[in-house]
């Protein structure tokens, strides 16, 4: 299964979804992606630190823009709010889209908030959000092979 996290920036979300999301499954090809970044840029300093914290290593992430990315053969694209999901099926009409809480089928509010106007407590209130969903999504989607 090939899989793309999106965001805004590529610089918080989808990095730390990405990093989370390749710790927690094993038969996946995961990667993430933005809207307004330029491709080769690192993550957020507060978004590394929060997944080193939690075993996951950012160090070497760069972003990639939405263009730079070969939808041929992806499976399914989660994003991390709604306006991101419409804005990727405006590009990709045929693509499976989700966000990240919708797949995971068990909110009403489907946006995960974007922590890069905040501090490091953001930081950790959005990691641990997204681990929440991530952790239901893998309960309710037998595809994915569980490692942790």
Known sequence: MKLVFICSGNTS???MTEG?????VGNVDV???GFSTQSGENADEYACLVCRKHGIDLSDFKTTNIS?????GVDLVLAATVENREKIKRFYPNINAHTI???SGCYSDLDIKDPSDGGLGDYVVCYFEIK???EKILKTHSEFEVLM
């Open 13 to 15: 979300r989808s990095p």
């Open 20 to 24: 989370l999301f390749r710790k927690m």
């Open 31 to 33: 990667s993430s992606a």
């Open 68 to 72: 730079d990315v070969d939808f041929n």
């Open 101 to 103: 809480k919708e797949y």
């Open 132 to 134: 929440e969903a991530l």
